[in-house]
């Protein structure tokens, strides 16, 4: 039983992690925008489709990739056995090797990591466009850094996530299901708006 409340605290830290990356990339972006920033949704909107396709290309890209299958994660040896502070060091950002894979793809185009990387393109391409466009002087700076930011954090945020589910059902073992039953039957009995 003490084992399983360890596992529970440890899974609870991963998730706080994540939640805090998610307010620490709606803070930096409220930080580093131009004052009307939140009137033109566009440029959020930009951040968060590229920082998604960035993201993508990173998940279609990992060296580990094959780790992300049932067989693999719920192999007490593999990936996904480490402890709380293996898998962060692991996890919480992007190794080198798969940086330098999403970026050999999206040069050569190559398979769903390169097209993930050709609309990170097309989005950096479209988010810049937009600050240059639409703001002046120190505002125009400003814009473009929160824009580079939110993609940052996003894809970030969105590479975490895949590795922290990987991790929590590893973790969680059958619990995992459990837990996913109890927030479905949550989700079912719900009380419904009335329209």
């Known amino acids: 039983m003490a084992s399983l409340a360890w596992v529970a605290i440890e899974a609870l830290v991963a998730v706080l992690v994540a939640l805090l990356l998610l307010r620490g990339a709606s803070g930096a972006f409220s930080l580093a925008a131009p004052q009307d920033a939140e009137a033109v949704p566009l440029l959020h909107v930009a951040a968060l489709g590229t920082g998604l396709a960035l993201g993508l290309s990173l998940l279609l890209a990992l060296p580990h990739g094959e780790a992300f299958r049932l067989a693999q994660v719920f192999d007490d040896k593999g990936r996904w056995g480490q402890d709380l502070?293996?898998?962060?060091?692991?996890?919480?950002?992007?190794?080198?090797?798969?940086?330098?894979?999403?970026?050999?793809?999206?040069?050569?185009?190559?398979?769903?990591?390169?097209?993930?990387?050709?609309?990170?393109?097309?989005?950096?391409?479209?988010?810049?466009?937009?600050?240059?466009?639409?703001?002046?002087?120190?505002?125009?700076?400003?814009?473009?850094?929160?824009?580079?930011?939110?993609?940052?954090?996003?894809?970030?945020?969105?590479?975490?996530?895949?590795?922290?589910?990987?991790?929590?059902?590893?973790?969680?073992?059958?619990?995992?299901?459990?837990?996913?039953?109890?927030?479905?039957?949550?989700?079912?009995?719900?009380?419904?708006?009335?329209?």
């Open 85 to 195: 502070g293996g898998f962060l060091a692991g996890s919480l950002i992007p190794a080198r090797e798969t940086l330098h894979a999403a970026f050999l793809a999206a040069r050569r185009i190559d398979g769903p990591a390169g097209f993930a990387g050709l609309l990170t393109l097309a989005g950096m391409l479209a988010g810049a466009g937009v600050a240059l466009r639409l703001w002046r002087g120190l505002a125009r700076l400003r814009a473009l850094v929160a824009f580079l930011l939110l993609t940052a954090c996003v894809a970030l945020l969105l590479h975490y996530a895949a590795h922290l589910a990987a991790w929590l059902a590893a973790r969680l073992n059958f619990w995992v299901f459990a837990l996913l039953l109890l927030g479905f039957q949550r989700w079912r009995y719900a009380p419904r708006a009335a329209h």
